[in-house]
């Protein structure tokens, strides 16, 4: 009889814990957080979010703690959909005279990306059609980061200098057909051309229309000068891409906004309204007070809010995607839209509609953000500084199910000193 009970009592403390597991439903349930999802227009709203697996599994005023393995509580926070960084450069290599194409300045991602609550960065033309299969095999196949990128109507790539203004190495054809056997691509990038011609344009709309996908153009340094105007009402489709919109760069290229009268300009405006995407773009020298200021001013606002993140550009007036964010905070646009413009927005402008939310059924990429309060400075690209009272930070990121980033210890168990003995 006692051998029995002990039986008994042996089976009851192996099962009863597996059978604990089994009826949990959830792998994480983040708890109590403020939730931010524009897609599905939940503006700061208390709720629950279970993940099992990959997925989000429910979304709700209040679920069961007791069904879940694991409850990280962030009363006081909020939640929004992972960040989609639509503007940065992640072909980072060791190669000389390679510039943003497998060199030195671009950026591992994974080092900068989930700290600031970004899980998907979309590289914006690095490589070209002939050297996207290193950068696919080097950098998108060893990331946690989802990468996405648009290819570079230069075969070649990002490569600066020369390279980028051979207009023999730029292959609508070529171009298209690796975007149609990659699905990590999802657009065309133009960049860097100073000749007169708009061939590298036309080339890229020509590949974009052949694949179906956006172009992103970085306009500017042509000798002479080429039209914005045409760029924006004759060259581009709508839904085309217009990054670094807030430049103010008037010897190179011509500006969205009068700086003299703090007007926006005609081409502006009837570009917003045929479709075209404006895109922060920040970079090292893309983005001016002087320009954005005025601009938001007349109710000018980004489409979609992006780093251009590269060596120079992270340790500069850019710094990262939150800081960007920031800047937008406090000239006027409410927290809801600036994660509009980080999240749901981009993932509408390169196609890609199942990321961006919070949906039920969505993959689990999530960032959890506190908006710091205090005297905070932000500078632009001339070196120019405006203060603020509001920063964003990220306090946690869950890229596809899987915490990746604390920085508090949300969802760790405290510290106990009996652990130790």
């Known amino acids: 009889m006692q051998n029995r009970r002990i039986i008994l009592s042996t089976i009851i403390c192996v099962l009863f814990p597996l059978l604990h597991a089994v009826a949990q439903k959830y792998d994480l349930l983040i708890q109590e957080g403020t939730v931010i999802d524009p897609k599905n227009k939940i503006r700061e709203k208390v709720m629950d979010i279970a993940i099992s697996n990959d997925t989000i599994v429910a979304v709700s005023g ?20 992972g960040l989609i960084d639509l503007h940065s450069h992640h072909f980072f290599g060791t190669e000389e005279n390679h510039y943003l194409c497998n060199g030195y300045y671009a950026v591992q991602p994974d080092a900068f990306t989930f700290r600031s609550g970004v899980t998907t960065a979309i590289d914006a033309g690095s490589s070209g059609w002939k050297s996207f299969e290193k950068y696919k095999k080097q950098t998108i196949a060893h990331s946690k980061t989802r990468i996405l990128s648009f290819l570079n109507i230069v075969g070649e790539g990002m490569r600066g200098g020369v390279w980028e203004q051979d207009l023999q190495d730029m292959n609508a054809k070529m171009t298209a057909l690796t975007i149609a056997q990659n699905p990590e691509l999802i657009g065309i990038k133009v960049a860097h051309y100073s000749g007169a011609e708009w061939t590298p344009i036309e080339r890229a ?20 000068p080429l039209s914005l105007t045409k760029l924006l009402l004759e ?23 009068n700086p003299e009268t703090g007007e926006l300009y005609d081409y502006a405006t009837k570009a917003r309204e045929r479709g075209i995407v404006f895109d922060v773009g920040h970079g090292g020298g893309s983005f001016a007070f002087a320009q954005a200021i005025p601009a938001i001013k007349k109710g000018f606002f980004p489409d979609a809010i992006s780093t251009d993140i590269h060596t ?12 960007v964010m920031s800047k937008f905070l406090n ?13 749901w927005k981009p993932a509408q402008v390169i196609h890609h509609e199942e990321l961006g939310n919070l949906s039920v059924g969505s993959v689990a990429d999530i960032a959890v953000l506190s908006v710091l309060k205090g005297d905070f400075g932000f500078i632009d690209s001339a070196g120019n500084k405006m203060k603020g009272n509001r920063k964003l930070q990220c306090e946690m990121t869950v890229r596809a199910g899987e915490i990746v980033y604390d920085l508090n210890g949300l969802s760790s168990p405290m510290w106990d000193a009996s652990d130790a003995r």
């Open 62 to 81: 209040r679920l069961n703690p007791k069904d879940a393995k694991k409850v990280v509580n962030v009363k006081g926070l909020y939640v929004t959909p």
């Open 331 to 343: 000239l006027g646009m409410s927290l809801a839209d600036v994660i509009k413009a980080s999240s």
């Open 235 to 257: 060259e581009l489709r709508p839904g085309d891409i217009f990054t670094h919109m807030y430049a103010n760069l008037a010897d190179v290229r011509m500006t969205i906004l």
């Open 312 to 323: 120079e550009s992270m340790n500069g007036g850019m710094k990262d995607q939150l800081n």
């Open 205 to 224: 709309v020509e590949a974009g229309r052949l694949a179906n996908v956006p172009v992103m153009i970085d306009f500017g340094g042509h000798e002479p």
